[in-house]
Nanobody
Framework: VQLQASGGGLVQAGGSLRLSCAAS????????MGWFRQAPGKEREFVAG????????????NYADSVKGRFTISRDNAKNTVYLQMNSLKPEDTAVYYC???????????????WGKGTLVTVSS
């Protein structure tokens, strides 16, 4: 699986950005897709996950406490793309954001099976 993230940039605090991650593969709808981030000097951490629950459109979402109510993960299976809508951004959201794929593992960096290259999000105060 190949992943390509995009959409990062510089935004003021309180602003919004939408990240996209395009994936290869013909079984995209069965992928568990996650977003992670890594700030300078810190470990990579889970941000949001979209897990396939069976069927055609059954997915479960999970969020880190730090982004609940501000970030939304979604997917478009026709485009093999997962999104991360980020609203009310804060300077502490500044990080390189990565998308990843897992097949049923927990939402931790070590559980991911494939990673895309990151996209930098910088939130100015």
């Amino acid at each position: 699986v190949q992943l390509q993230a995009s959409g990062g940039g510089l935004v003021q605090a309180g602003g919004s950005l939408r990240l996209s991650c395009a994936a290869s593969g013909r079984t995209f709808r069965r992928y568990d897709m996650g977003w992670f981030r890594q700030a300078p000097g810190k470990e990579r951490e889970f941000v949001a996950g979209n897990r396939w629950s069976g069927g055609i459109t059954n997915y479960a979402e999970n969020y880190a406490d730090s982004v609940k109510g501000r970030f939304t993960i979604s997917r478009d299976n026709a485009k093999n793309t997962v999104y991360l809508q980020m609203n009310s951004l804060k300077p502490e959201d500044t990080a390189v954001y990565y998308c990843a794929v897992t097949y049923g593992n927990n939402w931790s960096p070590v559980g991911m099976d494939f990673w895309g290259k990151g996209t930098l999000v910088t939130v100015s105060s």
